[in-house]
């Protein structure tokens, strides 16, 4: 079935330090791949997409994402987190010749450290 | 751009009346608007899709005559929650797919209470 993987449910950082959040896909044709951001009780704000251009994506609030197609992964990066940062992150995607819904990771909630 | 707006933000009902909740794309017109379903903690689950000028359709297990969705307009889809019961307390969110494009943007969430 295709779905699409979060490793980590919860990742914690201290400010200043890399964000790395990772989600893969499963399969063989790439699909459209999404990061989007939820802040508690509010809704999701797309950071960044990747549709088949270029496959470093950059983002708002200098988040950047990979895709690499090799590793059928898609993962998330920020140089520098922000105590601005801590929210919950899903991968979202959604594979070409499908009806166009979403399928969501199960989301990894980040947490910065001061 | 892409901006979603859900129309009201939290509501707190009693049990047996109805509600309805509102999600319009104030910048773009949306043949498609979708509502989902997040319970505390975990990931959205798709609903139902909405399209303009015709029937929603409805996930496996959703009640359509539970959750009535009406998509009048390219920008306006509302969900009503018929007869509600504390259990469908939940935070409801809406998005919105433009006309031409893959992405969806959405809406700030409309937080439901039951009592």
């Known amino acids: 079935a295709q779905s699409v993987t979060q490793l980590g449910s919860h990742v914690s950082v201290s400010e200043g330090a890399l964000v790395l959040l990772r989600c893969n896909y499963s399969?063989?044709?790439?699909?459209?791949l999404f990061w989007y951001v939820q802040h508690p009780n509010k809704g999701l704000q797309l950071l960044l997409k990747?549709?088949?251009?270029?496959?470093l994506v950059k983002g708002i609030n200098g988040f950047e994402a990979e895709f690499k197609k090799s590793e059928t992964s898609f993962h998330l990066t920020k140089p520098s987190a922000h105590m601005s940062d801590a929210a919950e992150y899903f991968c979202v995607v959604i594979y070409r010749g499908s009806q166009g819904n979403l399928i969501f990771g199960k989301g990894t909630k980040l947490s910065v450290k001061p | 751009g892409a901006v979603v707006s859900q129309h009201p933000s939290r509501v707190i009902c009693k049990s047996g009346t109805s509600v309805k909740i509102e999600c319009r794309s104030l910048d773009f017109q949306a043949t498609t608007m979708f509502w989902y379903r997040q319970f505390p903690k975990q990931s959205l689950m798709l609903m139902a899709t909405?399209?303009?000028?015709?029937?929603?359709?409805?996930e496996q297990g959703v009640e359509k005559d539970k959750f009535l969705i009406n998509h009048a307009s390219l920008t306006l889809s509302t969900l009503t929650v018929t007869s509600a019961h504390p259990e469908d307390s939940s935070f409801y969110i809406c998005s919105a797919r433009p006309t031409h494009g893959e992405t969806q943007y959405f809406g700030p969430g409309t937080r439901l209470l039951v009592l």
């Open positions: 399969s063989s044709v790439p699909p459209y």
């Open positions: 990747y549709t088949s251009a270029a496959t």
């Open positions: 909405s399209n303009e000028g015709s029937k929603a359709t409805y």
